[in-house]
């Protein structure tokens, strides 16, 4: 079974750009979560997405927007990039996650680089 | 203060050294505590966890968490080159799905 999929590997923006990330979950799970990892820094929760709704937000400013589609892949989208938005963006999917725990799964990540 | 710390490390022990990662949080309404293993240039994967306090064992791998003191620790037994990584603690926080992470300490085990 294919494992989260993301898509691009690598991606170099300037700064003021804007950039389109995006996820495939594992077959059957319909929720997707997404995180920023600094390099030297653990991964940072931006958004979760359960059945195309948003159910939780972190602390990102609103250039940060995402969305869920009906077959449950989603897209990270980022407006005005910033020389600080460099990162590795990972997408984590799990069956569920809104009643009880469930396991997440992450992607290999998005490497974003804002020269 | 954040809300998960955890020493970056470097760590580096030799083969076969029993390995002891810990964090500290300050959030007393977690209940799910997860340790990660990073591999450089690769999303986390889940090695274990543990609900409220106490030990969970996997093989070469010991989970605990101490409640009373907001104290998660992981330990390595017979640790193995394998696994040179980095090791993130995340307890889980209200909603099931949003891991807070620590920063990840980076081990290294040489042969």
């Known amino acids: 079974d294919a494992g989260v999929t993301q898509s691009p590997t690598h991606l170099i923006k300037t700064r003021g750009q804007h950039v389109t990330l995006r996820c495939s979950p594992i077959?059957?799970?319909?929720?997707v979560s997404w995180y920023q990892q600094v390099l030297g820094q653990g991964p940072q929760f931006i958004f979760q997405?359960?059945?195309?709704?948003?159910?939780g937000r972190g602390n990102f400013p609103d250039r940060f927007s995402a969305r869920q589609f009906p077959n449950y892949s989603s897209e990270l989208n980022v407006n005005a990039l910033l020389l600080g938005d460099s990162a590795l963006y990972l997408c984590?999917?799990?069956?569920?996650?809104?009643?009880?725990?469930?396991?997440?799964?992450f992607g290999p990540g998005t490497r974003l680089t804002v020269l | 203060q954040k809300e998960v710390e955890q020493d970056p490390g470097p760590l580096s022990v030799p083969e076969g050294a029993i390995v002891s990662l810990n964090c500290t949080y300050s959030?007393?309404?977690?209940?799910?505590f997860m340790w990660y293993r990073q591999y450089s240039r690769k999303g986390p994967e889940l090695l274990m966890y543990?609900?409220?306090?106490g030990n969970k064992e996997d093989g070469r791998f010991t989970a605990q968490v101490d409640k009373s003191s907001k104290y998660i620790s992981l330990f390595i037994r017979d640790s193995q080159p394998s696994d040179s990584a980095t090791y993130l603690c995340?307890?889980?926080?209200?909603?099931?799905?949003?891991?807070?992470f620590g920063a990840g300490t980076r081990l290294a085990v040489h042969p």
């Open positions: 984590a999917s799990s069956l569920s996650g809104v009643s009880s725990y469930n396991e997440q799964f």
């Open positions: 077959s059957g799970h319909k929720s």
């Open positions: 997405y359960y059945e195309k709704e948003e159910r």
């Open positions: 959030n007393s309404a977690f209940q799910y």
């Open positions: 543990t609900y409220s306090s």
């Open positions: 995340a307890p889980l926080s209200g909603g099931y799905n949003k891991l807070i």
